[in-house]
């Protein structure tokens, strides 16, 4: 059975004790399940991803186990749901307390960006673009 969540669990506790790495870290995931057919509800899998990364398995692995960061997960599968994702890839944008959909499923460059300066007002603005610019730069991977 395909089964994301403990996959998910795992990159959100990264999110939560050491976030520079996260995007790294669901990197190695994609990598060990597809290339190296390792099983992702299994809590050794992420031993050498952690190590990898270094991130002490020590301190991951009872987070993973825990009940808490099961109910955590399903909150932000809640939080995905409220904002109308359906399916990937899917960006949000959260700005002056709202959410934006900026594409929920394939969207150019253009389409995302002029979404995006719509939301902030910064059409005329080109520190806008600027700003635009950068958040694609870190989405480049």
Request: include cysteine; charged fraction near 25%.
């Amino acid at each position: 059975i395909y089964d994301t969540e403990p996959a998910c669990r795992a990159v959100r506790i990264i999110r939560d004790i050491a976030p520079e790495k996260e995007f790294d870290f669901y990197r190695e995931i994609q990598y060990q399940f597809y290339v190296g057919n390792k099983d992702p509800k299994i809590s050794d899998f992420y031993r050498s991803i952690c190590s990898n990364l270094n991130i002490p398995f020590k301190a991951f692995r009872p987070m993973f186990l825990s009940s808490v960061y099961c109910e955590t997960i399903k909150e932000d599968f809640m939080k995905t749901r409220n904002y109308g994702v359906r399916g990937f890839p899917a960006i949000i944008l959260e700005y002056k307390g709202q959410q934006i959909p900026v594409c929920n499923g394939f969207a150019t460059f253009k389409q995302m960006s002029d979404r995006i300066e719509q939301a902030l007002g910064s059409s005329k603005n080109k520190s806008g673009r600027k700003r635009i610019n950068f958040f694609f730069g870190l989405l480049n991977f």
